[in-house]
T-cell receptor, first 111, second 112 residues
Framework: GQQLNQSPQSMFIQEGEDVSMNCTSS?????WLWYKQDPGEGPVLLIA?????ELTSNGRLTAQFGITRKDSFLNISASIPSDVGIYFC???????????FGKGTRLSVIA | DTAVSQTPKYLVTQMGNDKSIKCEQN?????MYWYKQDSKKFLKIMFS???????INETVPNRFSPKSPDKAHLNLHINSLELGDSAVYFC???????????FGAGTRLSVL
């Protein structure tokens, strides 16, 4: 089945630093999504990407849909303590296939 | 108003019991899902319903039975609970089957 390789698995950064994480797949996807999960909560959608090459921002977050349709990255600029959490990438190939999730990147921000 | 709400938030029960988790969405979405998140935080789809019809049924023991009485509700019933069923179960919905999913807060199931 389709699998997403998400890296890094975890990151420890200083407040104010920029963060970058990415997802790659051996299969192409038609939609890439980025979610954040806080402790004790469900994943919350951050950014949705629908077109190869698309670059979309949401505040300090920027994500891109790779040209090959097999990868995506998420950047967070000027990190703050509330950025702490697990970030998941997810992809959809077609309407009848389920959303496939990466294994997550755990972000810790040191004040 | 909570968009996707599931109850209960915590469920602690003995092995062998039967339990249900309820989910409701007020987003007007056509598709609803159940996901399981294990201790390593890996999210795996269990079921997907579109307009009350089952469209995805991943390899899940048949002790798990979803039921969708209407488009806004998708409940999960689990028979004969086992220790390995302990996990966080998330309900989610999307406008269409290929669209972004919106998640509930999760039900933390502990089987003793």
């Amino acid at each position: 089945g389709q699998q997403l390789n998400q890296s890094p698995q975890s990151m420890f950064i200083q407040e104010g630093e920029d963060v970058s994480m990415n997802c790659t797949s051996s299969s192409i996807f038609n939609t890439w999504l980025w979610y954040k999960q806080d402790p004790g909560e469900g994943p919350v959608l951050l950014i949705a990407l629908y077109k190869a090459g698309e670059l979309t921002s949401n505040g300090r977050l920027t994500a891109q849909f790779g040209i090959t349709r097999k990868d995506s990255f998420l950047n967070i600029s000027a990190s703050i303590p509330s950025d702490v959490g697990i970030y998941f990438c997810a992809g959809v190939y077609s309407g009848n296939t389920p959303l496939v999730f990466g294994k997550g990147t755990r972000l810790s921000v040191i004040a | 108003d909570t968009a996707v709400s599931q109850t209960p938030k915590y469920l602690v029960t003995q092995m062998g019991n039967d339990k249900s988790i309820k989910c409701e969405q007020n987003l007007g979405h056509d598709t609803m899902y159940w996901y399981k998140q294990d201790s390593k935080k890996f999210l795996k789809i269990m079921f997907s319903y579109n307009n009350k019809e089952l469209i995805i049924n991943e390899t899940v023991p048949n002790r798990f039975s979803p039921k969708s009485p209407d488009k806004a509700h998708l409940n999960l019933h689990i028979n004969s609970l086992e220790l390995g069923d302990s996990a966080v179960y998330f309900c989610a919905s999307s406008q269409v089957a290929s669209g972004p999913a919106y998640f509930g807060a999760g039900t933390r199931l502990s089987v003793l």
